[in-house]
């Protein structure tokens, strides 16, 4: 009886991507790059090359904590915007993004899903990105810009607030409808 040790099993190629390729923006948008690969593009769907998710539908399986913790840290992407005295449209725009997939995250079953459709940190990427790219005047930013994305920030913490109350209220109903008194 003979056995052969010298079987080895086949290498294979793995694609490895650190960050997405770097646009017309420069090296200032290497923070919304981050957020935007790893809250929405950090993983491939096996057996589908262009579909991705991140940790942001990840995040959401966290009872509580992570609805808010998802949009709190897409929410660091409107500090840059203001850097790059993007409209406060577009920043609100970004921000009700960021609220909208926090607010159906709420859900159980169905905010995993939104996330993983919706990808709000890439979609706030893309119009940040599309914003530096038609030129925009990189004149500093106004006292007002910063109020106006700390203010917007403020309300991103409040609907934190909200997610975590509203998200430990269901989770308890959920606890209490299957454990009963």
């Known amino acids: 009886m003979q056995i052969e040790l010298s079987k080895k099993p086949k290498a294979q190629t793995i694609e490895v991507e650190v960050l997405p390729p770097k646009g017309k923006a420069g090296e ?32 959401d399986f966290v009872p509580v904590l992570g609805d808010g913790a998802a949009a709190v840290i897409s929410a660091l992407t409107l500090f840059v915007a203001v850097r790059y005295r993007v409209p406060k449209v577009v920043m609100a725009r970004m921000g009700m993004n960021i609220m909208i997939t926090a607010l159906i995250g709420i ?39 910063w109020a106006f994305v700390v203010g917007l920030a403020g309300v991103v913490l409040l609907f934190f607030g909200v997610c975590v109350g509203v998200g430990a209220w269901v989770f308890y109903m959920l606890l209490h409808a299957v454990f009963g008194r």
């Open 28 to 59: 200032d948008d290497a923070l919304p790059r981050l957020i935007a690969l790893v809250m929405d593009g950090l993983f491939r769907v096996p057996g589908m090359k262009k579909m991705r998710f991140g940790l942001n539908p990840l995040l």
């Open 107 to 145: 859900i159980p079953g169905v905010g995993e899903v939104f996330a993983f459709w919706f990808r709000p940190s890439m979609r706030n990427y893309k119009m940040l990105q599309k914003h530096i790219e038609t030129g925009s005047n990189r004149a500093p930013s106004t006292h007002g810009d």
